[in-house]
């Protein structure tokens, strides 16, 4: 651990020969001088601290900017040193990271757990900006984490706890396997100080017979090693990862039930020479298939790399063996970090892949104003475990565990996600809520006339998905609501005209709803639309002082949200009225069409020129329109007369798919020596798509007639 400047400098040296020592300099006797009269829970002068933090990010590489950063990082909040000050001292870039980690520690909720979400909500903006906030600030854990000794049991506890439930986790996501381990390792102590104590006394009992073996099979490794000619280094160890005080602590399991207690790590020098260790390990050992992980090939989402495999050997001992390349190893360990380490030209700004996890996460609970859901949520994201899938053609994508074909559909690209209609999971057909499984091969299917539904968000697990069905759901409501808002207005306003015969500025009475409610008519028409603005009788005088209010459309809270946003046709002024497709016409979206009140069964949809609708009675004829986007299929039924050939059927049914039409049936009769009749039902979601088949149709070569067949349509 760094404790003097003079050290601190020689490290940022050895790998920045040319870095900006006066500006290191600088940042360090700032910040002597600014804590110069205070001392940490240990009774240690202050400076012992930043200097710590600031050595841990030269052990990282990183740029003199983070450095000094790292020095400064508790001035703006410790002392009497303000944000303006340290950038008129040392610039913008150093002030805005300070500002960073400042603003973390700033926590206005008194409830623990939302005073959590809080800090790792602005953790992670803070990060999603500028990465170096976030290395600072696990360097900071790590250190008030080494010094926790000094505090009393119960601050120990919540903030080793703090530290297992997001800073251990957020090094996780972004690759720092061992800025993960340490705070893990020292974290578990003062969080579960019984435990800690109970299971390392149990491996302090076995550590003479765990090292024994370990070094027996280490002896044989480096055999193959050097059978082969390939140059590696092998580590051992007795895991004493959280995962195996987690392992120990629930399942109430002895040690040597623990598949991954002992570990061997073989580092070599390519990729080749990793995948011919594994087959010659393989062959010598007893593996366990279940076991055997290729992160290789299957890179992890954080950039982990690595092959694991689990051997039994002959004494019925097992171990966990690694085997990476050099590289692979260094990535493992330092993540993002070694992204960032310090070269000339780096850009701090720049987009990194680890990040976008992150980003989806923030973006996803937006709209969410309760902080424990996020936490929650955040945290699970946070832990579980990743599952890989294959793509059909055998591309790997990572999920995590729980997830659905949906989040699959969606981590492939979006227009999936938003057409997915069903999948196949290892070439069986599966219901979307479907958890998959690590190895499990996918298989999407896509329709044009599919689209996400609300009932999505129940099962789906990935943030990336969620908050794609979120975005779609909001967008088709909110637009269902203008409309609706604007045909309310647009009544009144006619009613207004007729009532009070007047002429009014328009324009006029769209400021007055600026002023009232300070929002613009697009929000306006959405909150009337969606009765999250009522206009009563109270109301409407405040928008027109100068007039008795006018009738109003009665508007009533329906609690049948979504059966009323997703129906099909709009119908002015009614709520709730039952829709029928009249079987004389068989309207399809598109067609123009008229509403007829019927005695008892609701409102019939006509095509507006049905031979049947010429004698109606006027007032029972009521305007509709269809819902632009709500979709729905029709079913429609065709008769083909068509030359009776080979392979007739499937040019007939190729025109269908081509056009994404589903095929509901199809049967062929013969009528002529040389004609046949198809009979095909299919689905269409409007005119267009119908009338994009029947041209298609058309053109098949001597077909004799084309006929619909009137069918009941379901509503
Ligand atoms: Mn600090």
Redesign the pocket.
């Known amino acids: 651990m760094v404790k003097r400047f003079f050290e601190l400098q020689e490290k940022v040296l050895s790998y920045h020969n040319k870095a900006n020592t006066t500006l290191l300099k600088k940042a360090y006797s700032v910040a002597a001088d600014a804590h110069l009269t205070q001392k940490r829970a240990t009774n240690e002068p202050f400076i012992i601290?930043?200097l710590s933090?600031a050595g841990t990010l030269a052990d990282m590489k990183l740029d003199e900017i983070s450095v000094a950063a790292g020095l400064l990082?508790?001035v703006v909040?410790?002392t009497d040193y303000t944000i303006g000050k340290i950038e008129s001292m040392f610039g913008k870039e150093i002030a805005d990271i300070v500002w960073g980690?400042t603003k973390i520690s700033k926590i206005s909720h008194f409830d623990p757990e939302d005073a959590k979400a809080e800090t790792l909500k602005k953790m992670i903006i803070a990060m999603t900006n500028d990465v170096r906030v976030i290395l600072i600030k696990l360097a900071?854990r790590l250190?008030?984490m080494a010094t926790l000794e000094a505090l009393n049991e119960e601050k120990r506890k919540r903030i080793a706890r703090e530290t297992l439930e997001i800073y251990a986790p957020i090094a996780f996501r972004l690759g720092m396997g061992k800025m993960k381990t340490e705070l893990e390792d020292i974290a578990f102590k003062y969080a579960y100080p019984e435990e800690y104590e109970r299971i390392n006394n149990e491996i302090e009992h076995k550590q003479k017979w765990a090292m024994q073996k370990l070094g027996n099979l280490k002896d044989e490794i480096a055999g193959i090693l050097k059978q082969y000619k390939i140059t590696g280094e092998i580590h051992s160890r007795i895991k004493r990862d959280i995962s195996i005080y987690r392992k120990l602590m629930r399942q109430n399991i002895t040690l040597d039930r623990v598949y991954d207690l002992l570990a061997l790590r073989i580092i070599t020098d390519s990729v080749e020479n990793c995948y011919l260790l594994m087959g010659e390990i393989h062959q010598r050992w007893q593996y366990i298939p279940a076991r055997w992980r290729d992160f290789i090939a299957n890179q992890k989402s954080n950039g982990y790399q690595s092959i694991h495999t689990t051997i039994i050997t002959s004494d019925a001992g097992k171990f966990e063996i690694q085997i990476r390349t050099g590289e692979m190893h260094r990535i493992a360990e330092e993540g993002i970090a070694a992204h960032w380490q310090y070269k000339e030209g780096i850009n701090f700004l720049e987009n990194d892949e680890r990040l976008q996890w992150f980003r989806d996460m923030i973006e996803a609970h937006k709209e969410n104003p309760n902080p424990k859901e996020f936490l929650s949520q955040v945290k699970g994201d946070l832990t579980t475990n990743e599952i890989y899938v294959f793509t059909p053609k055998g591309k790997v994508i990572t999920l995590k565990k729980g997830a659905t074909p949906i989040d699959f559909a969606f981590a492939i690209h979006t227009e999936v996600g938003f057409h997915c209609k069903g999948a196949y999971v290892n070439e069986q057909l599966v219901p979307l809520r479907t958890k998959l499984q690590s190895s499990d091969v996918v298989d999407i299917i896509t329709s044009k006339n599919a689209n996400p539904s609300a009932d999505w968000l129940k099962y789906v697990g990935t943030s990336r998905a969620r908050k794609k069905i979120a975005g779609y759901i909001q967008k088709k409501e909110n637009l269902i609501y203008w409309e609706k808002g604007k045909k309310i207005w647009g009544k009144i306003i006619r009613e207004y005209k007729k009532k009070h015969n007047l002429k009014f500025n328009e324009d006029a009475i769209k400021d007055r709803i600026n002023d009232t409610y300070r929002i613009d008519m697009d929000n306006f028409y959405r909150d009337i639309g969606s009765n999250k603005r009522v206009l009563d009788k109270k109301s409407l005088k405040v928008l027109f002082p100068e007039l008795s209010a006018p009738e109003v459309i009665p508007v009533k809270r329906s609690s049948k949200k979504t059966s009323q946003v997703y129906k099909l046709i709009i119908v002015d002024g009614y709520k709730d009225i039952d829709i029928l497709f009249a079987r004389c016409c068989n309207p399809i979206k598109g067609d123009k069409i008229t509403g007829y009140i019927t005695h008892s069964r609701g409102l019939m949809i006509h095509k507006e020129n049905c031979s049947n609708l010429k004698n109606a009675v006027q007032s029972r004829l009521k305007e509709v329109s269809w819902n632009e986007i709500a979709d729905f299929p029709y079913l429609v039924k065709y008769d083909l007369v068509v030359p009776d050939k080979p392979g007739m059927l499937n040019s007939i049914s190729g025109i269908t798919s081509e056009n994404n039409s589903n095929i509901k049936k199809i049967g062929i009769e013969k009528i002529s020596q040389s004609m046949c009749k198809v009979k095909i039902s299919f689905e269409v979601k409007d005119t267009n798509q119908l009338n994009k088949i029947l041209s298609d149709f058309k053109k098949i070569k001597h077909i004799d007639s084309i006929v619909r067949r009137k069918t009941p349509v379901q509503n």
Do not use: A
């Open positions: 601290h930043p933090v990082h508790d909040e410790d980690v900071d250190h008030n």
